[in-house]
């Protein structure tokens, strides 16, 4: 079985600050995990993903994430925030044996204060 | 870009009637899913296609709900009879392959209210 757990259901910082948002991981064998993006009433758009290689992966809009296998964590990452982040976001995984299934975990919500 | 289409944005049904959504996946996309996302959860498989046969459809309550992509390309989902627990976001979403380097692209969703 597989599952992804994100520990907080909100997050809350200032723009200009350090965003993170935290992600870990239950797979057998090699994870392949990604970070998705929601904003009001509308789909989820994809932001990075970590397949192999480079343990620090960096996606879309400047955010990147830290694969780490010890730990089973893949945070997601942004230096400074902006008001314009503020949404939805979703770590998920997917699994070669499970035929490349995609599971969400439930979600952060991201605010940030001007 | 070119984006994955669906339609109604929003649908309004009694409960007992039948409802059906509609997804254009991008040009080109082998893989289609069709999502159920609750209000505060993340979204949930119920089908996948390959082309245009179901490779995964375990999660999908097929009492009530069927899906089909006779064609390979667009998707219908519909639920018959709906329940008040349909109540949710139907996102529908496409990918190049069933690969795992695939990203998947999505949708804006069909946001159902069962009364």
């Known amino acids: 079985a597989q599952s992804v757990a994100q520990p907080e259901d909100q997050v809350n910082v200032a723009e200009g600050n350090p965003l993170t948002v935290k992600c870990t991981y239950s797979?057998?064998?090699?994870?392949?995990l990604f970070w998705y993006v929601q904003y009001p009433n509308r789909g989820l758009q994809f932001l990075l993903k970590?397949?192999?290689?480079?343990?620090l992966v960096k996606g879309s809009y400047g955010f990147e994430a830290e694969f780490n296998k010890s730990q089973t964590s893949f945070h997601l990452k942004k230096p400074s925030a902006l008001v314009s982040d503020s949404a939805l976001y979703f770590c998920a995984v997917r699994q070669l044996w499970d035929d490349y299934k995609l599971s969400f975990g439930a979600g952060t919500t991201v605010t940030v204060r001007a | 870009e070119a984006e994955v289409a669906q339609s109604p944005r929003y649908k309004i049904t009694e409960k007992s009637q039948a409802v059906a959504f509609w997804c254009d996946p991008i040009?080109?996309?082998?893989?289609l899913y069709w999502y159920r996302q609750i209000l505060g959860q993340g979204p949930e498989l119920l089908v996948q296609?390959?082309?245009?046969?179901?490779?995964?459809d375990s999660q999908l309550p097929k009492d009530r709900f069927s899906a089909e992509r006779l064609k390979g390309v667009d998707s219908t989902l519909k639920i018959q009879p709906a329940e008040l627990g349909d109540s949710a976001m139907y996102l529908c979403a496409s990918s190049h392959d069933r690969s795992n380097n695939s990203p998947l692209h999505f949708g804006n969703g069909t946001r159902l209210t069962v009364t």
């Open positions: 296609f390959q082309d245009e046969s179901v490779v995964d």
């Open positions: 797979v057998s064998g090699n994870p392949y």
């Open positions: 970590y397949i192999t290689g480079d343990n």
């Open positions: 040009s080109g996309h082998a893989t």
